[in-house]
């Protein structure tokens, strides 16, 4: 019996799949802020995927990616819809980041923020945020999304769409300062 064509590509792009099915769980868990919910997506979304078993394998993993983050997307609009409707408010004081390229936290510190040593503190500070200021902080710090892609993420759910790369940029650089300032102040706590 001969075996059918691309069976090692195909297996391939299942364990792809099954990598980005963890990777997402971890990411839909901040989004939504609830693992039980994070799972159900995350089960529901890889259950949909159909895996082409003579495609890329790596591209299993993007479709995972898309899939995942539109339907947290589309959860957290429901949950709180307003939160979408309007871009927050600039800082009148400024921002404590003139510019993307000057970030309190560097890409390592942000990592082990997600990472299970510094999840909890993340976590906390996560549940104080808008919906809307989470979706930028977790696409932007956690995804690694561009402003223009996490705008256009947040504006397929959004009405009207009204976010743009530069609200993104700028609530995202709130956002950085807010959980810098967080860390800084939660460290004394910790160690009395």
């Known amino acids: 019996m001969a ?20 990777e997402m769980y971890r990411f839909a868990a901040l989004m939504l802020g609830n693992e039980a919910e994070a ?3 995350v089960e529901s979304t890889v259950a949909r995927v159909e ?5 890329d394998p790596g591209a299993a993993n993007g479709l995972v990616r898309e899939r995942v983050l539109d339907g947290a997307l589309e959860i957290m609009h ?13 800082d009148p004081v400024g921002s ?12 390592a510190e942000i990592s082990e923020l997600v990472a299970e040593t510094g999840r909890g503190p993340l976590r906390e500070w996560l549940a104080r945020l808008t919906q809307a200021q989470r979706a930028v902080f977790v696409q932007r710090a956690v995804l690694g999304s561009s402003n223009a892609d996490t705008a256009r993420a ?24 807010s959980l810098a ?12």
């Open 3 to 22: 075996e059918p064509p691309c069976t090692d590509q195909g297996n391939a792009a299942v364990v792809y799949a099954e990598s980005a099915a963890v």
């Open 39 to 41: 799972l159900s997506l």
């Open 154 to 177: 947040i504006n397929r759910h959004s009405r009207p769409s009204v976010w743009t790369a530069e609200a993104v940029s700028s609530l995202f650089r709130q956002a950085l300062c």
């Open 51 to 55: 895996i082409d078993p003579c495609a």
């Open 78 to 90: 429901r949950q709180d819809p307003a939160s979408f409707a309007k871009l927050p408010a600039t």
């Open 96 to 107: 404590c980041i003139e510019d993307d390229s000057t970030v309190p936290l560097s890409g």
């Open 181 to 192: 300032s967080s860390l800084v102040h939660a460290v004394p706590a910790a160690q009395v």
